[in-house]
């Protein structure tokens, strides 16, 4: 039997060395290492501004691309997948983002040991991985506990933002937000995308292939 080889073309390799490149050049700049201490971004950004975390940044284009429109606030990525790492370093340092960062650790973790409660303006967490199959969806990043932690962190008025083209993902999502007391959604049931969330080319292919958007937004009332 004949093996099909899938051939890398020249610009594909391109971008792989330029991640690979960012991840080693950058990362000691743009990186925060984890630690069981809390994260003084005071100090890492030199300022004090309005915060907000991204976690699970995929490839940071989105991510990137919200850092450069708002200058005036700082932002946090977590991620721990390595391409996707070495993606967004090579965005900063493109375009010489000084209001962004990134961990590369375990966003739960993360949130326990390096933010302390009322630490956040806002928490973005854009196409998480939907985990479709019923016996996987304990796996879905989006559960109570987690909720109730990122609630913790998140400062009176602060806000919650998901996004998903799962609607099943959707629904669970609602559901679990609707369930903690100390949020409030900002519409009837999904939002209206906001502004700064800009519409990424995977988006773009599959609104054109009739796959239906979801926006979530809460905010945190007491």
Not at 32 to 55: C, H, K, N
Not at 173 to 195: F, G, H, M
Request: proline residues 7%; contains cysteine.
């Amino acid at each position: 039997m004949l093996q099909t080889v899938r051939l890398r073309t020249p610009s594909q390799d391109t971008v792989l060395v330029a991640q690979r490149l960012a991840y080693d050049t950058l990362l000691p700049q743009y990186g925060i290492p984890f630690s069981e201490e809390p994260v003084d971004l005071e100090q890492i950004f030199g300022r004090i501004a309005p915060r907000i975390l991204e976690i699970g940044s995929g490839m940071g284009e989105t991510t990137a691309e919200i850092a450069r429109q708002h200058p005036e606030k700082d932002f946090v990525a977590i991620e721990v997948h390595a391409p996707g790492i070495g993606s967004l370093l090579d965005r900063i340092g493109k375009q010489t983002l000084t209001n962004l960062r990134i961990i590369p650790h375990d966003a739960k973790l993360v949130l326990q040991q390096m933010f302390a409660d009322a630490s956040l303006d806002g928490v973005h967490i854009f196409f998480p991985d939907p985990w479709p199959k019923a016996r996987h969806h304990k796996r879905r990043l989006i559960q109570p506990d987690f909720v109730s932690l990122l609630c913790d962190r998140l400062k009176p008025g602060g806000y919650l933002h998901a996004a998903t083209d799962w609607e099943d993902y959707a629904i669970h999502i609602l559901q679990v937000l609707s369930s903690e007391k100390r949020l409030a959604n900002t519409a009837t049931d999904y939002a209206v995308r906001p502004a700064y969330r800009p519409l990424t080319k995977f988006e773009q292919r599959g609104v054109k292939l009739g796959h239906t958007i979801r926006d979530i937004i809460f905010t945190r009332i007491a």
